[in-house]
T-cell receptor, first 115, second 111 residues
Framework: EAGVAQSPRYKIIEKRQSVAFWCNPI?????LYWYQQILGQGPKLLIQ????????DSQLPKDRFSAERLKGVDSTLKIQPAKLEDSAVYLC?????????????FGPGTRLTVT | GEDVEQSLFLSVREGDSSVINCTYT??????LYWYKQEPGAGLQLLTY?????DMKQDQRLTVLLNKKDKHLSLRIADTQTGDSAIYFC???????????FGTGTRLLVSP
């Protein structure tokens, strides 16, 4: 079974530029999560989707971050414009259903550096 | 608040036991978890414990849960150099489906 795929693996941009990350969850997984992991910290949930609807986006900085999950499969996370403090690893995870929190499978992450 | 606390660093010799500790915040959390993160890799679920359990053992891993003190620990028996990684504890706060992670404990195993 293929795992959670993310691209790109690394991205370097200048502040005020925009960037987009892509995630392909495990086939059949209805729930998709985006986490932000700043160096030296644990991951923090940005947004959770159930199929193509948003379940929790309370910690998403909506003035600059946006995310979508069209057709309930792949998802993109966008930052526009980026700030220096957005430098982090962005992790995507998926689970079979929202109740299976303990069965979240994580992708390798996208490491973003904002200069 | 949602602060899950862990000590930052642990160093052990190969063959020793490692004990990583965690203090969580929500006494009603249904599940508590331990994840492992190796350099450049995503998070790997090691084990989890249901809140009505005191202990769970899985091969070299033993999880102890003290609900009264909101304390969770992970013991790794016969620690190997391949166990060197960052270990995160996490909880699912009541009413939420998200994971709230601790700051991580970097385990260094020396030969």
């Amino acid at each position: 079974e293929a795992g959670v795929a993310q691209s790109p693996r690394y991205k370097i941009i200048e502040k005020r530029q925009s960037v987009a990350f892509w995630c392909n969850p495990i086939s059949g997984h209805a729930t998709l999560y985006w986490y932000q992991q700043i160096l030296g910290q644990g991951p923090k949930l940005l947004i959770q989707f159930q199929n193509n609807g948003v379940v929790d986006d309370s910690q998403l900085p909506k003035d600059r971050f946006s995310a979508e999950r069209l057709k309930g499969v792949d998802s993109t996370l966008k930052i526009q414009p980026a700030k220096l403090e957005d430098s982090a690893v962005y992790l995507c995870a998926s689970s079979l259903s929202a109740g299976d929190t303990y069965e979240q499978y994580f992708g390798p992450g996208t490491r973003l550096t904002v200069t | 608040g949602e602060d899950v606390e862990q000590s930052l660093f642990l160093s052990v010799r190969e063959g020793d036991s490692s004990v990583i500790n965690c203090t969580y915040t929500d006494s009603s959390s249904t599940y508590l978890y331990w994840y492992k993160q190796e350099p450049g890799a995503g998070l790997q679920l090691l084990t989890y414990i249901f809140s009505n359990m005191d202990m769970k053992q899985d091969q070299r891993l033993t999880v102890l849960l003290n609900k009264k003190d909101k304390h969770l620990s992970l013991r790794i028996a016969d620690t190997q150099t391949g166990d060197s990684a960052i270990y995160f504890c996490a909880e699912t706060p009541t009413g939420f489906q998200k994971l709230v992670f601790g700051t991580g404990t970097r385990l260094l195993v020396s030969p």
